[in-house]
């Protein structure tokens, strides 16, 4: 039995009556955010959303919003760079590319092999096979195609940050 996405409006209309609730605001542009940034996952959007509560004062805007994300990266940094130490370099690369994309319906094509230098069919395939086994990737369901993505929304963000193709 799966639960089902919360719908964006619910969810946002849910954010902003618990901040005022405690006589705080929250602007519209600063909960789109922080539903698009964390995909609309739940853990994540509560950590963001507790980070915003504790230290953001009584007006919350997008900026605030913005720099609790950019906080919550800077404090996972160390156990996400440890990851490249584990990882194969064909496997660190597959996931920074999965990253960038977002979802990557096909992983083992030429164009997105090429993109982001990543070698062969068979490396990118074994890759893909590794990180699924040490849930560093998932497959979801998206246009009638399995995609792959980053499991850990905030290793996926950090990686977008930190490192450029």
């Given amino acids: 039995l799966w639960l089902s996405e919360i719908p964006d409006e619910s969810y946002k209309r849910f954010i902003r009556d618990k901040f005022e609730e405690h006589r705080r605001s929250i602007d519209d542009d600063a909960i789109d955010f922080i539903l698009w940034w964390t995909f609309t996952h739940t853990y994540y959007t509560q950590i963001i959303c507790n980070g915003v509560f504790a230290n953001c004062g009584d007006r919350v805007t997008l900026d605030k919003v913005k720099q609790v994300c950019e906080n919550q990266l800077d404090m996972q940094r160390f156990t996400f760079m440890q990851y490249r130490n584990i990882l194969s370099p064909v496997q660190w ?6 990253a960038k994309e977002g979802a990557v ?5 030429q164009k997105f092999l090429q993109k982001y230098k990543i070698g062969s069919p068979s490396s990118a395939k074994k890759a893909l096979e590794a990180l699924l086994a040490k849930e560093m990737i998932y497959t979801v369901e998206r246009e009638e195609k399995t995609a792959y993505r980053v499991y850990d929304v905030f290793l996926m963000r950090w ?3 930190t490192f450029h193709v």
């Fill in 105 to 109: 319906a096909e992983p083992q094509s």
């Fill in 93 to 98: 690369q597959l996931l920074l590319a999965i």
């Fill in 159 to 161: 990686l977008e940050r």
